[in-house]
C-alpha cells in the first residue's frame, strides 16, 4: 500500500468517527423526545376513536351527581336507623311517594284529599313503618299519624333535596 492509500484508509476511518458521534449523540438525546412524540400521537389518535364515548361520559355527569344525593342518602338513613324504610320507599308507586311526601312532614294534621289519598296507598305507608295509624273518618276524610321514622325520613329526603337544589345554581 502506497502512502497516498494509508491516508485516504485514515480520512475513511476519521470520517467515520464523527459520524458515529452524532449517530449516539442522536441516540442519547432525541430518543426521549421521539418517544414522547410517539407516545403523544398515540394517545391522540385513541381520544380520536374514542371521541363519542367521552362526549357521552361527560353528558352523564349530570347522573353522577344525583348518584351522589343517593349516596347520601342512603349513609344518612343508615346512620339515623331509617334503612328499612328508605328500602321500602323503592317498592313504592309514585302516588304513595308524593303521598308520603306530603303528609311526612312533622306538623300539626293537614286536610289532603289528593288523588294520592286512598286505603291502598296510605296502607303502603304504614306497612313501610311511615304512618302509625290511619282511618276514614265519617265525613269521608282520611286520618293519618305519622310515625316518628316518617318524620325522621321526610325530613332527611327533603334537606338533602334542598341542598342539593341551592347547591345545583
Same mark, same amino acid.
Given at each position: 500500500?502506497?502512502?497516498?492509500?494509508?491516508?485516504?484508509?485514515?480520512?475513511?476511518?476519521?470520517?467515520?468517527?464523527?459520524?458515529?458521534?452524532?449517530?449516539?449523540?442522536?441516540?442519547? /438525546?432525541?430518543?426521549?423526545?421521539?418517544?414522547?412524540?410517539?407516545?403523544?400521537?398515540?394517545?391522540?389518535?385513541? &381520544?380520536?376513536?374514542? *371521541?363519542?364515548?367521552?362526549? $357521552? &361520559?361527560?353528558?352523564?355527569? $349530570?347522573?353522577?351527581?344525583?348518584?351522589?344525593?343517593?349516596?347520601?342518602?342512603?349513609?344518612?338513613?343508615?346512620?339515623? @336507623?331509617?334503612?328499612?324504610?328508605?328500602?321500602?320507599?323503592?317498592?313504592?308507586?309514585? @302516588?304513595?311517594?308524593?303521598?308520603?311526601?306530603?303528609?311526612?312532614?312533622?306538623?300539626?294534621?293537614?286536610?289532603?284529599?289528593?288523588?294520592?289519598?286512598?286505603?291502598?296507598?296510605?296502607?303502603?305507608?304504614?306497612?313501610?313503618?311511615?304512618?302509625?295509624?290511619?282511618?276514614?273518618?265519617?265525613?269521608? $276524610?282520611?286520618?293519618? *299519624?305519622?310515625? @316518628?321514622?316518617? /318524620?325522621? &325520613?321526610?325530613?332527611?329526603? /327533603?334537606?338533602?333535596?334542598?341542598?342539593?337544589?341551592?347547591?345545583?345554581?
Amino acid at each position: 500500500m502506497s502512502a497516498e492509500n494509508t491516508s485516504r484508509v485514515g480520512e475513511r476511518n476519521d470520517s467515520k468517527q464523527p459520524k458515529r458521534e452524532i449517530i449516539l449523540a442522536l441516540i442519547e /438525546f432525541a430518543s426521549r423526545p421521539l418517544a414522547t412524540v410517539f407516545v403523544a400521537l398515540l394517545v391522540v389518535l385513541w &381520544l380520536f376513536f374514542m *371521541r363519542g364515548g367521552l362526549f $357521552q &361520559l361527560l353528558a352523564n355527569t $349530570q347522573e353522577v351527581k344525583i348518584g351522589s344525593f343517593e349516596i347520601q342518602l342512603r349513609e344518612q338513613a343508615h346512620y339515623e @336507623d331509617l334503612g328499612d324504610q328508605l328500602r321500602a320507599l323503592k317498592n313504592m308507586t309514585p @302516588d304513595q311517594l308524593e303521598l308520603f311526601l306530603i303528609v311526612g312532614k312533622k306538623r300539626e294534621h293537614i286536610s289532603y284529599s289528593g288523588p294520592e289519598v286512598n286505603e291502598t296507598n296510605l296502607q303502603a305507608l304504614k306497612n313501610a313503618g311511615l304512618l302509625s295509624e290511619f282511618y276514614q273518618q265519617p265525613d269521608k $276524610q282520611w286520618f293519618w *299519624r305519622v310515625s @316518628d321514622d316518617g /318524620f325522621a &325520613l321526610q325530613r332527611l329526603i /327533603f334537606g338533602l333535596l334542598t341542598a342539593a337544589i341551592k347547591g345545583s345554581g
